[in-house]
């Protein structure tokens, strides 16, 4: 569920088609620099209502999900 | 008297940042800049701990006011630096080159003033809620590590989107570039370029002439295929790695190895030819060098002068 509503918000913000985003996909295979992270998690943050916290060990889609359910369930 | 609310959070008497240069900003000038009145920094560069631990001790043997600590987050030794600030009990650091947070649960509790660089709003938004004490918005003017904002363009989103006060950076060595940032809502500036020809700067003689000799068109920036792009003062290394850039049979790894050590050979051997001479778009304005306190007393005398006269030229 997280991971769907985390894509759909990736591939607006990159204009690209949903269905290429999986949950191994990497920022770099998605083309996201880490600027570009910075700004996506902040607007995760806003729809979601949560604080994610963002390392470099948080390279790809799979796991930003598995922070963002922690920061959910936190 | 030009006093803002930079000046209490921080101590200062000039709301004036130091840039934290690697291989530049080191304890003699840092504590010139505090003794003027403005905040100096130590870079913690690439170095381990220790080596900065020698350098906060040995600025406060020349120094009693505040002075800080640069900290480039992508230095290996980052965890090891970020352990001797508390240790050291460093009253300010600010950050570069990566997300601070991870040690800011750390150093905002002890006290410690964080003050992170940021080229994004986002991120300026993110290091507010992790308790940033201010917060500086550097445009892509500045020498060293750049993001693609201007300072004009960044820092007004940045103020604008977060409540302490911000500090701009990027293009700014004289009055005039104070009382601009001033008018986009920054309450303070950071200078790296202007004190790379302070006096008390210990760069190498032909470093401070490269800056000298500066044209407003003397600086590139290279390393954007490597994710980490440089502003710095063309020269035949730049050249060098601007070509292997383009050219695809070259490796992203052998563009690293030629620009490994550029910034101290530049720094400390003063080597024209192979050295990365870090320099910012407004070097060409750097025309003398002066002791620091003489840089800071003529930019704030400049910048009020400008700020009260413009009430006589606006109708």
Known sequence: MIFEKVAEMLADYKGIDVSTIAPESTFQDLELDSLDVADLVMQIEDALGVNIELDPSVTNMDALVKRIEEAKNA | ?315
């Open chain 2, 1 to 315: 008297m030009i006093h803002t609310d930079i000046c209490d959070r921080i101590g200062i008497e000039y709301p004036i940042f130091q840039g934290g240069m690697a291989w530049v900003s080191e304890h003699v000038l840092a504590a010139a800049v505090s003794n003027a009145g403005g905040l100096g920094l130590i870079s913690a560069m690439s170095a381990d701990g220790e080596y900065l631990r020698r350098e906060i001790r040995l600025c406060r043997e020349i120094t009693d006011k505040p002075f800080g600590v640069n900290v480039m987050l992508m230095s290996p030794y980052a965890a090891e630096v970020a352990k001797v600030i508390l240790e050291e009990r460093v009253s300010v650091v600010t950050t570069g080159a990566g997300l601070p947070g991870v040690y800011m649960k750390e150093w905002v509790p002890a006290g410690i003033k964080v003050v992170p660089v940021v080229p994004s709003t986002a991120i300026a938004r993110r290091v507010e809620r992790e308790g940033a004490a201010a917060i500086i918005a550097e445009g892509c003017e500045s020498g060293g590590h750049v993001g693609e904002l201007t300072t004009m363009a960044l820092v007004p989103q940045v103020v604008d989107c977060v409540s302490v006060p911000v500090v701009a950076a990027g293009g700014i060595a004289d009055g005039r570039g104070i009382a601009a940032a001033f008018m986009l809502g920054a309450r303070g500036v950071q200078c790296g370029t202007r004190f790379l020809c302070a006096e008390e700067c210990q760069i190498h003689p032909n470093y401070k002439r490269k800056v000298l000799a500066a044209r407003d068109i003397d600086t590139v920036v290279t390393g954007r295929r490597l994710g980490h792009p440089v502003r710095c003062l063309r020269n035949p290394l730049s050249r060098q790695i601007g070509l292997m850039e383009y050219d695809s049979s070259v490796s992203n790894e052998e563009i690293e190895r030629c620009g490994a050590g550029s910034l101290r050979r530049a720094a400390v051997e003063g080597d024209t030819e192979g050295g990365s001479f870090m320099a910012g778009q407004i070097a060409a304005l750097v025309k003398c060098v002066k002791p620091a306190r003489e840089i800071i007393a003529e930019m704030f005398a400049e910048a009020e002068k400008l700020l009260s006269e413009g009430a006589t030229w606006v109708r």
